[in-house]
């Protein structure tokens, strides 16, 4: 109810005819949610994150805590198609062998060596997935 409630922006109360409710917990007013990052309003009109209290407009949430391209570590758009190895994820065009810059596509073998992809020619795969046998480096 208004005049009752407290703004998680300002901490004044709302004494308002409306308030913006973001979560069961956490009321605004109109004026006081804003991106934290950029500022834009934040009302009915457009979509709210919230973390550690704090609002963000899409991109900045995106931009700040979405998960990112293990190559290029620019954000991913909810169009793109991506490939992932292991906890990594790459954008189509990022997941490449890191030596010989090859596009990996589905189906093909490759390791990943820490935070590097390598085809299996560059890994020393025989075709069979096994390692090629050759002489030991120290």
């Known amino acids: 109810r208004p ?10 109360r709302i004494q308002d005819p409306f308030l913006l409710r973001v979560s069961p917990d956490l009321e605004w007013h109109v004026a006081c ?3 934290a ?3 834009q309003p934040l009302d009915e009109t457009c ?4 973390r550690d209290g704090k609002a963000y407009c899409k991109r900045d949430y995106s931009r700040l805590f979405g ?5 290029c ?9 991506v490939m992932r190895a292991r906890d990594h994820v790459y954008h189509l065009e990022c ?7 090859r596009q990996l596509l589905p ?16 890994h020393g795969l025989t075709p069979d997935g096994a390692a090629a046998r050759g002489p030991r480096s120290p």
Request: aromatic content about 8%; hydrophobic content about 35%; charged content about 25%.
């Open 107 to 122: 189906g093909d073998q490759f390791c990943l060596r820490e935070r590097d992809l390598l085809c299996r020619a560059d």
């Open 73 to 81: 570590r620019a954000a991913f758009s909810s169009s793109d198609l």
């Open 3 to 12: 005049g009752l409630a407290l703004c998680a922006g300002c901490g004044g």
């Open 37 to 39: 990052e950029c500022g």
């Open 33 to 35: 949610l804003k991106c």
């Open 47 to 50: 979509t709210c994150f919230l």
């Open 95 to 101: 997941f490449r062998c890191a030596a010989c810059g």
């Open 67 to 71: 998960i990112k391209c293990a190559q």
